[in-house]
């Protein structure tokens, strides 16, 4: 079975500084990955997804991610972090039939 | 272009008492999902329905049942609630499920219950 990990619960930056949000995957065969963002009180935003080719992905509001096959790893990064950014990410792992199977979340907090 | 439209947004039941989530998609999708979302524990698959006339079980199944009424809606029935239920529902549709298809799922903006 497929899983992914989030080793933060919060990450914290300062607007106008780069930001790394982490994954790791574990998961049989090629991996599609997924990242998602919630903001308060509302459903998940689709951000970026990687499921082949380049291993740098660009997706929404100025996001990327980078995909590490050695490492198992898809950090989500940002040059250049934005007040707005601050909100509840999810990394996931596309599963049979379409599923994903999600990280726990990390919750970025972009300090004025 | 509503997409994914979730009822109702907030309930509070007894324990014991039964209610469903209705769950409408507006994209013609084939898959539809049903989440849950608790603290620290990220979202958890309950069901899903590959296509019109199929459920599975997910990661999380007791407790719940699903119909898939049609293409369009795909709802989620608590028989008797019960505090551990007590979370924020997710329903989600894709277009397709078939071995390759890399499309994203698209989620409605929740089903906020709580269970006393």
């Known amino acids: 079975a497929q899983s992914v990990a989030q080793p933060e619960d919060q990450v914290n930056v300062a607007e106008g500084n780069p930001l790394t949000v982490k994954c790791t995957y574990s998961?049989?065969?090629?991996?599609?990955l997924f990242w998602y963002v919630q903001y308060p009180n509302r459903g998940l935003q689709f951000l970026l997804k990687?499921?082949?080719?380049?291993?740098l992905v660009k997706g929404s509001y100025g996001f990327e991610a980078e995909f590490n096959k050695s490492q198992t790893s898809f950090h989500l990064k940002k040059p250049s972090a934005l007040v707005s950014d601050s909100a509840l990410y999810f990394c996931?792992?596309?599963?049979?039939?379409?599923?994903?199977?999600f990280g726990k979340g990390t919750m970025l907090l972009v300090s004025p | 272009n509503a997409g994914v439209t979730q009822t109702p947004k907030f309930q509070v039941l007894k324990t014991g008492q039964s209610m469903t989530l209705q769950c409408a998609q507006d994209?013609?999708?084939?898959?539809m999902y049903w989440y849950r979302q608790d603290p620290g524990m990220g979202l958890r698959l309950i069901y899903y329905?590959?296509?019109?006339?199929?459920?599975d079980k997910g990661e999380v199944p007791n407790g719940y049942n699903v119909s898939r009424l049609n293409k369009r809606e795909f709802s989620l029935r608590l028989e008797s609630a019960a505090p551990s239920q007590t979370s924020v529902y997710f329903c989600?549709?894709?277009?397709?499920?078939?071995?390759?298809?890399?499309?994203?799922?698209?989620f409605g903006e929740g089903s906020r219950l709580t269970v006393l």
């Open positions: 329905s590959a296509s019109e006339g199929t459920t």
């Open positions: 989600a549709s894709v277009r397709g499920q078939e071995a390759g298809y890399t499309g994203e799922l698209f």
């Open positions: 994209m013609n999708h084939n898959s």
């Open positions: 990687y499921i082949t080719g380049d291993n």
């Open positions: 998961v049989s065969g090629n991996p599609y």
């Open positions: 996931a792992v596309r599963g049979g039939y379409s599923t994903l199977t």
